[in-house]
């Protein structure tokens, strides 16, 4: 669309009061979704969008949502994430809340449930998304037995596979935003907060902005848990990275001891600050599909970071995402040897390794 860059301000009105960001560039599904409302309506892009602004048209704005953001998802993704969830949860010894925010076409929910059922745990999970259409297939609850099967869950036969009752019993979804007034729908604090794939959208300082409000939902001792690719991004002061990558801590409040004397040369960072938009613009396109964006930039920053342990790691999976499981392998033990040494480095050091040792293991990795 010639005038995409005209019609940006008018999308971002109408997305970012929703869904709390507007692509840019936009994905094709948007310009051919955009393209094809107005038609249908006999009316301008730009006319079509002005009546969107004035909440006339919420059929389309529901349809420019969809189109705005990817539900990519499936169960039982990360399972390194989820083997620590099992953990906590039979060391609650106690019923869990969860709150499962993106939640797509409900896998992660579902996967929640599931994993809750055999650790014998009671759980009640939220989970919110901003696409209507995506959350009508949450609800249904059925799914293609042949991908439930990749997933390790039984499901004999060669087509679709339903959710059993006893776990849709205890997920609930609603429509709602993190960008939201109340994104928790008041529900909160949670023991566990899932919130992955979706903070690639926002750019480094909304992005923060975001993990302190998911945080704010968290209930002390309890976790926040990201996509791993999230978290090699600038994170807000003060949050700490964990095992295995991607997991929040929230640590419970304790008294501030007195400041310690300034060290006399600051620490090694995790993630160099060296070029942190480019490290965004990668993860987003990453995250969305667009391995060629991705790889683009992290060569770039790479070119003029050599020892960015971020982008080496990110690289590696770009790479892995394409099948060139070799050239993955070479990037993710660059990325371990360029790890620092503070705490933060020892945990990028070892999901790299991790990630190397599934190629030499010819396994998927985690």
Sequence with gaps: MSDEAELHPLLERVLRARIGFA???WPKALRRTLARLAAERDVTPHALLRRCDAAQEPEAVQALIGAATIPHTHFFRHPAQLERLGRELSALQRPARIWSAGCATGEEPYSLALLAQTRGVPVQILATDVNEEVLDVARAAVYPAKAVRRAGIDAPGAGEWRVPEAVRASVRFENAS???SRPELGEGPF????CRNVLIYFDAVEGS?????LLRQVRPGGGLVLA??????PLPSGVHRGEPLGWIQHEPAVPAPAPPPPPAAPPPSFAPEADPDALTVAARAFGQGALDEAERELRGLIDRHPS???AWFLLGEVLMKRGERTQAAVAFTR???H????????TLSRAASRRRLSIDDDSEPS
């Design 178 to 180: 993190i960008a939201g």
């Design 191 to 194: 023991d566990f907060v899932f």
């Design 209 to 213: 902005r975001m993990v302190e409000r």
């Design 308 to 310: 960015h342990a971020v």
């Design 228 to 233: 791993p690719v999230e978290v090699l991004r």
């Design 23 to 25: 692509p840019q560039p």
């Design 335 to 337: 990325s371990s040897e």
């Design 339 to 346: 790890a620092s040494s503070d705490e933060e480095g020892r």
